[in-house]
């Protein structure tokens, strides 16, 4: 994997050094001039709420709620210290929830109440979006599962290290074929073993697909209609263990 030397006899505050060791691609060095970081060639991966203002409002409610409950319920037990501004966004929903009662009920200037209880809710949750990030960007190795554990996305790096990941419907009720980048180094492809998994909650949970020697499979038995996410990575000897993919995802029919 391609190295850099990024920073030579400097001094790196507590937290870059600690995501740093964190990284086991990257490598520390310590001289007497200083520190020294190779840093491997990844990318950093980040979340994204997926929706807007624009949102109708029965769906912008309900994913509001769904955040502010993850983040309450906090299962992966990531989310600590608390979010400062949980109670202050549940508060900004029920207001929202109560303005858009008055709007259906015809109350006079609802409608623009209604707008600026949004734009609250909508300003609070990109609190929680970078609250969130946080967390991520420290850890690193299990940044996916925090971010979809928050019901939130994960926002896809641009990468051409990046190992894609395709679904497409199968032949047959509950079935969906999985298409990965085969493995290579130094431009050869190398023998590899795919591991494969599935979720129907967001991330919330994640369940296993028998693993590949081939960059491909095929599941069945998934539940039609519902929303289904994918992910996957992979070993060889020489690029040794990848990280899970961005999920990908399907209903299955």
């Known amino acids: 994997m391609k190295k850099t030397v990024i920073s030579v006899g400097t001094t790196a505050g507590k937290r870059q050094l600690r995501i740093l060791k964190n990284n086991p691609f990257n490598q520390l060095f310590t001289t007497e001039m200083g520190i020294i970081v190779l840093l491997a060639n990844v990318t950093i991966t980040k979340g994204k709420l997926g929706f807007s203002v624009t949102e109708r409002d029965g769906d912008f409610i309900r994913k509001a709620l769904g955040i502010h409950a993850a983040i309450f319920a906090n299962v992966g037990g990531y989310y600590s210290p608390p979010f400062g501004a949980?109670?202050?966004?549940?508060?900004?929903?029920?207001?929202?929830?109560?303005?858009?009662?008055?709007?259906?009920?015809?109350?006079?200037?609802?409608?623009?109440?209604?707008?600026?209880?949004?734009?609250?809710?909508?300003?609070?949750?990109?609190?929680?979006?970078?609250?969130?990030?946080?967390?991520?960007f420290d850890r690193q190795d299990v940044a996916s599962e925090v971010i979809t554990g928050a019901r939130m996305l994960v926002n896809k790096p641009i990468s051409q290290d990046k190992q894609d990941l395709k679904a497409v419907l199968g032949p047959g009720t509950g079935v969906v074929r999985l298409f990965a980048k085969a493995v290579k180094y130094l431009a050869k492809y190398q023998k590899a073993t795919y591991e494969w998994q599935?979720?129907?909650?967001?991330?919330?949970?994640?369940?296993?697909?028998?693993?590949?020697h081939k960059s491909k499979t095929t599941?069945?038995?998934?539940?039609?209609?519902?929303?289904?996410?994918?992910r996957k990575r992979d070993f060889s000897e020489k690029t040794g263990m990848s990280a899970w993919s961005d999920y990908v995802s399907i209903y299955p029919l």
Not at 198 to 212: A, C, H, L, R, V
Not at 220 to 230: D, S
């Open 86 to 136: 949980l109670a202050a966004l549940a508060t900004a929903i029920s207001t929202l929830q109560d303005t858009i009662i008055d709007v259906e009920a015809a109350v006079y200037g609802a409608e623009a109440a209604k707008a600026d209880a949004k734009r609250d809710v909508m300003r609070l949750l990109k609190k929680a979006l970078n609250y969130i990030n946080d967390i991520a």
């Open 219 to 230: 599941v069945t038995g998934m539940l039609p209609g519902i929303e289904t996410w994918f």
């Open 198 to 212: 599935f979720s129907i909650d967001q991330g919330k949970t994640w369940e296993n697909i028998p693993f590949t």
